[in-house]
């Protein structure tokens, strides 16, 4: 075969079987292999690296990709290159070497091996070569997809939690923070319900009603010189500057706020109050208010009762109604600035309740009756030192209060510098025994049970004993024989004894409490007493004398009054009231609760009981004949009995009547009931009665009797 042309590249198999063929190196780049002498009898591939550094193993591949090149074209080629020679063909094989561009540092690869027809044995290998190594693999790279996802993740984590953070503080936890900063920036004032009225029957004329006041209050963080301030203040206020200064100081609430509304005054006229804002003192302001004003002043004050400065009823029928007639306060809560800037904020946070008014109360007193019956009976009570009275006035018909009076009385418009006794409603709360007015009682049940008849007689004894005491009479019979209404006439406590032995003492205990005895009349006063009977289990041998005569027994004026309204009202009781109607804020009218009657007396026993109670206005010496009201048939009862406190028999004796009129027809029933420790009572109670129901027959326009009183034989 033709020797291969200078310059071909490749190679035809050369002599001796040897063939030049290509090889890579481990760098990528193809050198040329030389045939082996024929000594050696193998082929054998040298390589020259280019120097020892280390080398990048990345770096073949770069040089591959910007054609790299041979060792013969380096600048000035490398001394040392060796240069192998074809002893069988004579000529020389120049193995070209591939440099690396790596840096020094790196190590040369090793070379690869030649690919032959058949592996090489180990014992083919060079002495002293190491089998060329694996390239290391290259690291792996991050994976920039991967990290854009996680942080992508962890982004939308990030705003979710902060959306959900926020819509928990915009919905849920919004009131919590709002009212963590409203005691900063808030006000409320408080709008008082104007408290109801009460009047009396008319509807019209008020006996207690409010007005339009201001109250003046200070805000002890604005004050700049509080004893000046107070000095300011005092004499138009009519308090103390020391008062005043107490309140102005400085001073925190509960939740530790510093406090900026302290009351001064309540119920400050409104011209007064316009002269304290023209002092434009810092810190001090006024705002609407009410005063409870009593038109009567004393006019039925132990009825009407008072309130306190926050129109909270104390006494009477204002702490008895105060729920109906309070009605509900309201209030306005709005936004202010701070410091100089303490006003409302225009267009800030504004809410208003409004008030809800107070209902009134109509009473059943008649104002004018009531004005004459508290004269009458303060007059009548200068006669007596240290006394107490009451007075009732009732319709018999209807069972109203028409007037209730006391003594001694106070001024409701300014009760405190009263005593807590002058202001008792004595009527229902005065607790006595009776005494005679309380015979009527035994008579009328002895009537109805049949015992006696308006024509029984029979002999009557100075005195009578039962048990270990003996009762005797102020009008002796000395044995003779005394009709009944001589019996009633001269209050005789002997022949009163001997009918209620004829009654029974469980007859008479029923008929005392068919009369109203033994509980309140829920007239409609708070704190009224009950008062008291014996039961029979608890009756000694001496109370089958006492009780028949008004003693062992506990009643009230209103009781013994309600008593003869039965039987004046042809034996039919009706329970005593005060309230007529409720006014509600709209104007709308509420008749009062229908009272309670019930049957005690017939109409016949009832009127024979009142003939038989005219005796004691029309005997001659009768003990009643004081109370005889000229041109009008009168029935009633004196009484004689005992005050009791807390069941103790107080000093002195209680005088009373109790009487109605006409007679004929009664309208109305009247009980004067006076305690005087020093005794001459009696010679009080007739006389008021006389004087007290001539004016109400005149006032109501009642006709004159048409016919004298009956006749009546006392010792028949």
Not at 69 to 91: I, L, V
Not at 259 to 287: C, W
Not at 641 to 665: T, Y
Not at 674 to 703: C, E, K, N, Y
């Amino acid at each position: 075969m033709p020797p291969r042309a200078p310059g071909e590249r490749g190679g035809e198999p050369g002599i001796g079987g040897i063939s030049d063929a290509r090889a890579y190196t481990p760098r990528g780049r193809t050198i040329r292999e030389g045939a082996p002498t024929a000594g050696a009898g193998r082929t054998e591939q040298r390589r020259t690296p280019r120097s020892s550094r280390s080398q990048d193993p990345f770096r073949p591949a770069l040089q591959v990709l910007d054609g790299g090149r041979s060792t013969a074209n380096r600048a000035g080629g490398r001394q040392g290159a060796p240069a192998r020679r074809d002893g069988a063909a004579g000529r020389t094989t120049v193995v070209r070497t591939v440099t690396d561009r790596s840096p020094r540092d790196e190590p040369a690869a090793p070379p690869r091996r030649r690919v032959t027809g058949r592996e090489p044995r180990r014992g083919d290998r060079p002495a002293g070569r190491r089998p060329p190594r694996k390239p290391p693999r290259p690291p792996r790279l991050a994976d920039p997809g991967r990290r854009l996802r996680l942080g992508t993740a962890l982004a939308m984590a990030l705003f979710v939690a902060v959306g959900v953070r926020l819509v928990v503080l915009q919905a849920v936890d919004t009131p919590a923070y709002a009212d963590g900063g409203l005691a900063d920036r808030t006000r409320t004032v408080q709008l008082p319900a104007p408290r109801g009225a009460i009047y009396d029957r008319s509807g019209e004329a008020a006996l207690a009603h409010s007005v339009e006041a201001r109250y003046v209050y200070a805000d002890p963080t604005r004050i700049v010189d509080i004893a000046a301030t107070a000095g300011a203040l005092s004499p138009l206020l009519g308090i103390p500057a020391s008062e005043l200064a107490e309140k102005m100081r400085p001073r925190k609430r509960i939740n530790g706020v510093d406090s900026q509304f302290e009351y001064l005054a309540r119920g400050v006229e409104i011209d007064r109050a316009k002269e304290i804002m023209a002092l434009k003192l810092p810190g001090i302001n006024t705002h609407r208010d009410e005063r409870r004003e009593v038109p009567g002043g004393d006019l039925a004050a132990n009825l009407i009762g008072f309130t306190s400065l926050d129109m909270v009823g104390l006494e009477g029928l204002e702490a008895r109604f105060d729920d109906l007639l309070h009605g509900e306060d309201g209030q306005r809560v709005f936004e202010v600035g701070l410091g100089d800037l303490a006003a409302p904020i225009p267009g800030g946070y504004s809410i208003t309740t409004k008030a809800k008014p107070g209902s009134s109360l109509v009473l059943t007193i008649d104002r004018d009756l009531q004005y004459m019956v508290q004269r009458i009976l303060s007059e009548r009570m200068q006669q007596v030192q240290g006394s107490t009275g009451a007075a009732v006035v009732l319709d018999a018909r209807t069972g109203e209060v028409l007037a209730q009076a006391s003594h001694p009385t106070y001024n409701a418009a300014k009760p405190f510098p009263s005593e807590p006794t002058d202001r008792e409603d004595a009527a229902t709360s005065f607790v006595v025994d009776p005494g005679s007015v309380h015979k009527a009682i035994t008579f009328g049940a002895a009537l109805q049970e049949g015992v006696i008849t308006p024509d029984t007689s029979f002999p009557v004894a100075n005195g009578i004993r039962k048990g270990d005491t003996w009762f005797p009479d102020t009008h002796f019979a000395n044995g003779r024989r005394m009709s009944v209404a001589g019996m009633m006439a001269y209050s005789s406590n002997v022949g009163t004894i001997q009918i209620a032995d004829k009654l029974g003492a469980e007859r008479l205990l029923d008929y005392q409490r068919r009369f109203g005895l033994g509980k309140p009349t829920e007239v409609g006063m708070p704190g009224e007493a009950s008062g008291r009977l014996l039961p029979v289990q608890e009756w000694s041998d001496s109370s089958y004398g006492s009780v028949p005569i008004g003693h062992s027994v506990d009643a009230t004026p209103l009781q013994m009054a309600a008593a003869y309204a039965a039987i004046a009202n042809d034996g039919t009781y009706i329970q005593p009231h005060l309230v007529k109607e409720t006014i509600a804020p709209d104007g709308k009218r509420t008749p009062a609760v229908q009272p309670e009657t019930r049957q005690v007396l017939s109409p016949t026993n009832a009127a024979a009981l009142r003939t038989l109670l005219e005796a004691v206005t029309t005997v001659d010496d009768a003990t009643g004949v004081a109370a005889a009201v000229p041109g009008y048939r009168v029935a009633g009862k004196t009484g004689t009995g005992f005050r009791l406190v807390e069941g103790k028999k107080q000093p002195g004796d209680v005088a009373s009547f109790i009487g109605m009129a006409p007679a004929e027809n009664p309208k109305y029933v009247i009980a004067v009931f006076v305690h005087s420790p020093s005794g001459g009572g009696g010679q009080i109670s007739a006389p008021a009665f006389r004087d007290m129901m001539t004016f109400t027959l005149r006032h109501f326009r009642v006709p004159p009797s048409s016919e004298p009183a009956p006749k009546f034989t006392v010792f028949p």
